[in-house]
């Protein structure tokens, strides 16, 4: 159930009878940190909270990327965007602090809202090369994944793959880094008959972040595991 100051923010959007899913995607995501490869090991563990959330990340767009604490996980909603008035992709975009990865697993719940405009709604997994101008963006929204490369703020679209979350629900998404063939999987509540792969050559040791664009949502119990995590502090929100 949200709180009361997110009903205020967002009066349109129904309370969220999470009491039960919550012990249930708990658990679930136990089993899937069981299921890693050896020598894989926890960087990254936020439960979302606001104030932790804010103190691991460059949040490089403050002023279009608001947050909300709530009881169920954390609002992340824009309050503009600059991208519809310029034509430049400019996400919401936070990335985790310091910290480069070649290979890694990243995991976290997200929640759906279905009355939400589904063209526009969902999370950007993001894999920076050094600069917020450019940048891979993988955009969940409408049933599907689109893979862009950002190019110095113009975006060029690779790919777009099927990827269906439970509506009004909560969702585990898996999101896995092969840098040795240059491939990101995406997998959703465990289906790996949906799961959904996209390669390029230019994939290789990278920034790790999410965001909004256009849209609000809510996200909890992010996890980031790797073999290994090589401290970098040259990404710099411009």
Same mark, same amino acid.
């Given at each position: 159930?949200? %709180?009361?100051?997110?009903?205020? @923010?967002?009066?349109?959007?129904?309370?969220?009878?999470?009491?039960?899913?919550?012990?249930?995607? @708990?658990?679930?995501?136990?089993?899937?940190?069981?299921?890693?490869?050896?020598?894989?090991?926890?960087?990254?563990?936020?439960?979302?909270?606001?104030?932790?959330? %804010?103190?691991?990340?460059?949040?490089?767009?403050?002023?279009?990327? =608001?947050?909300?604490?709530?009881?169920? /996980?954390?609002?992340?909603?824009?309050?503009?965007?600059?991208?519809?008035?310029?034509?430049?992709?400019?996400?919401?975009?936070?990335?985790?602090? $310091?910290?480069?990865?070649?290979?890694?697993?990243?995991?976290?719940?997200?929640?759906?809202?279905?009355?939400?405009?589904?063209?526009?709604?969902?999370?950007?997994?993001?894999?920076?090369?050094?600069?917020?101008?450019?940048?891979? &963006?993988?955009?969940?929204?409408? /049933?599907?994944?689109?893979?862009?490369?950002?190019?110095?703020?113009?975006?060029?679209?690779? $790919?777009?793959?099927?990827?269906?979350? @439970?509506?009004?629900?909560?969702?585990? @998404?898996?999101?896995?880094? $092969?840098? %040795?063939?240059?491939?990101?999987?995406?997998?959703?509540?465990?289906?790996?008959?949906?799961?959904?792969?996209?390669?390029?050559?230019?994939?290789?040791? /990278?920034?790790? /972040?999410?965001?909004?664009?256009? &849209?609000?949502?809510?996200?909890?119990?992010? =996890?980031?595991? &790797?073999?290994? &995590?090589?401290? $970098?502090?040259?990404?710099?929100?411009?």
């Amino acid at each position: 159930m949200l %709180l009361s100051k997110f009903q205020i @923010l967002f009066s349109s959007v129904k309370k969220i009878p999470c009491n039960k899913i919550i012990y249930c995607f @708990l658990f679930i995501g136990h089993l899937h940190a069981q299921n890693l490869p050896i020598g894989y090991i926890n960087y990254y563990a936020q439960k979302a909270t606001t104030e932790k959330l %804010l103190g691991t990340i460059n949040t490089c767009t403050p002023q279009f990327w =608001n947050i909300n604490n709530t009881n169920s /996980g954390t609002i992340l909603y824009p309050a503009g965007n600059d991208s519809i008035f310029s034509g430049v992709f400019s996400l919401n975009m936070g990335v985790i602090r $310091d910290m480069v990865f070649g290979e890694y697993i990243m995991e976290f719940d997200f929640y759906t809202f279905s009355h939400l405009n589904q063209d526009s709604s969902g999370f950007c997994f993001l894999s920076p090369v050094k600069s917020p101008e450019t940048y891979y &963006a993988f955009i969940f929204g409408n /049933g599907e994944v689109t893979f862009y490369f950002i190019d110095k703020g113009y975006p060029v679209k690779i $790919d777009s793959k099927s990827l269906i979350p @439970l509506k009004s629900s909560w969702n585990t @998404l898996r999101i896995t880094r $092969d840098i %040795l063939n240059r491939s990101i999987s995406f997998v959703v509540n465990g289906d790996t008959g949906q799961k959904i792969i996209f390669s390029h050559p230019r994939l290789v040791m /990278g920034f790790v /972040g999410f965001g909004t664009w256009n &849209a609000q949502s809510v996200i909890r119990n992010i =996890n980031i595991w &790797a073999p290994t &995590a090589i401290a $970098d502090s040259t990404f710099l929100c411009k």
